[in-house]
């Protein structure tokens, strides 16, 4: 029976998930202490793009103080987002922020109320968010402005409202899911596997719904909710002539790539001592402990599945809808990773910020798996479930203990303690409005300065108007100050750490 109100310990569940949500948006505040991490053309391409869009320039990113180029590599939702905020005065970097810890603290209180949803347990629903906000991994993701901190929540709010709709199988509900599944794709490529697991729900859970009807509801699925990224990508293809900058090619897997995803995968659950080395040994347990689940499952639904094999009910309805979701939705991420690697972007690193949704749903089947366990009154598997919450508390306790200090002290990426610290920084910022800065790193001076100025091979005594310039140089100076063009003319401002800063006056 699927409940609609409210009940008393529902109110005290819902404050206690807002408590966790306060929680978890201090723990963002407490690692972006220097400001929200940046890395990269990632970071720079999604504020530049958000401070066009509120200029009113459309989606593109500078090249160099004169040239802009449209941004296609990346989806655009998490720009826009950040886009709203420089529109009514705040700047997106600082926005991003708070964005983000508001956005870990909405996952914390989403998490929880998925939990309820298979569980309806106040135990387990405050285990698993309480295990989501000291996860160290989400948190350094929450942390940088990258898309994952908007792609996470939204498919999780995907989850939510799928869920709702397979179970009041009204249109409504349908149309909102399409909507949010779309705007995940919009966040990032791979929210495409948001779209097609929904259809794949859809298709397969209600059987009770004639054939016609899921089909109608699939079909308006896909079209809301594909309709967008269709768009974008139809606009990218016109000016690049290639699929959101990616050329098709063919880039087989080599074993390091799967031995890479495996140290990934049991990392998030094992401490690294134990992962390397024992791969093997690691194998044999979690294949034997996959049995063990399984067999489990068998026994505890005998009744069931025999009804099911005499076709009395559906094999379907015996898995709760939301760990259906969770399981079809691993699969095809999976697979999408895979082609995208092979065929599409070989550049793709098995990396945390790649697999973070299988993270996600790994920690919502383990909780539910965990809860099983428990239900089934086994005193083994009750044993079994209270060592393992121990274990991932004090597991997950640990890794964030070490690993948040170091970031809230020293900051991350282009936003670390360093370089807001940096003299060669602040003196660029000084400069940067009276003369051209060449550089071997636009996105730090982009960061800093609000100009991405030009690249060091760009330089040319030939191109300087006003006989002067600033040459800022982040790796060896010797790399550079050795050609020919750089021997004459070229003096030293202020060095350190950071950049080695140089000024260029024509004779």
């Not at 972006?32 to 991490?37: I, L, M, Q, S």
């Not at 170091?406 to 003299?423: D, F, T, W």
Request: proline share 3%; net charge positive.
């Amino acid at each position: 029976m699927y409940r609609t109100g409210f009940s008393v310990s529902d109110k005290v569940i819902f404050l206690l998930l807002v408590c966790l949500g306060l929680i978890g948006i201090f723990i963002i505040n407490y690692t972006t202490y220097w400001g929200v991490g940046l890395y990269g053309s990632d970071s720079f391409s999604y504020i530049s793009v958000a401070r066009s869009l509120s200029g009113g320039y459309g989606f593109y990113f500078p090249i160099n103080d004169y040239g802009y180029s449209p941004l296609t590599q990346f989806p655009p939702m998490y720009s826009i987002t950040l886009a709203l905020f420089e529109i009514i005065g705040l700047d997106a970097v600082i926005s991003a922020k708070y964005l983000n810890a508001f956005l870990f603290g909405f996952s914390i209180f989403l998490v929880g109320y998925l939990i309820k949803r298979t569980t309806n347990s106040m135990s387990f629903i405050l285990f698993g968010s309480t295990l989501f906000a000291m996860s160290a991994i989400f948190a350094e993701l929450y942390s940088l402005a990258m898309s994952e901190a908007l792609f996470l929540p939204l498919t999780l709010l995907g989850f939510v409202f799928l869920n709702e709709y397979i179970f009041r199988k009204n249109w409504f509900h349908l149309i909102i899911t399409s909507i949010i599944l779309g705007i995940s794709a919009l966040t990032r490529y791979v929210g495409v596997v948001n779209i097609f697991t929904g259809i794949v729900v859809v298709l397969i859970i209600n059987r009770d719904l004639k054939l016609f009807r899921r089909t109608a509801s699939a079909f308006i699925l896909l079209f809301i909710s594909i309709a967008p990224i269709l768009i974008w990508t139809l606009r990218n293809f016109l000016l690049t002539t290639s699929i959101n900058n990616r050329g098709l090619g063919y880039h087989p897997l080599v074993f390091k790539n799967y031995l890479n995803a495996f140290h990934t995968f049991f990392m998030w659950y094992l401490p690294e001592k134990v992962v390397l080395g024992n791969e093997k040994v690691i194998v044999l347990v979690i294949t034997s402990l996959f049995f063990l689940v399984i067999s489990y499952a068998i026994v505890s639904n005998r009744d069931k599945l025999k009804l099911s094999i005499a076709g009395r009910n559906n094999l379907v309805q015996l898995i709760h809808p939301l760990n259906l979701i969770y399981i079809i939705y691993a699969v095809l991420y999976l697979i999408a990773i895979y082609i995208s690697k092979t065929f599409l972007d070989p550049g793709t690193g098995m990396t945390n910020r790649i697999f973070s949704p299988l993270l996600l749903v790994s920690l919502l089947l383990l909780i539910n798996i965990l809860h099983n366990f428990w239900r089934s009154k086994n005193r083994l598997f009750q044993a079994i479930t209270i060592l393992l919450c121990v274990y991932l508390i004090f597991f997950s306790a640990n890794k964030s203990l070490r690993a948040l200090p170091e970031i809230h002290e020293n900051g991350m990426g282009l936003g670390r303690k360093a370089l807001h610290n940096s003299q060669s920084l602040k003196l660029l910022s000084e400069l940067s409005n009276t003369m051209p800065i060449y550089n071997d790193n636009p996105y730090a001076i982009y960061f800093y300065t609000g100009h991405v100025g030009f690249r060091l091979n760009e330089f040319s005594p030939e191109k300087i108007q006003k006989r002067e310039a600033v040459i800022a140089i982040f790796g060896p100076p010797e790399d550079y100050l050795l050609q020919e063009r750089f021997k004459k003319n070229v003096n030293l401002l202020t060095s350190d750490r950071i950049a080695s800063v140089y000024i260029f006056k024509l004779e």
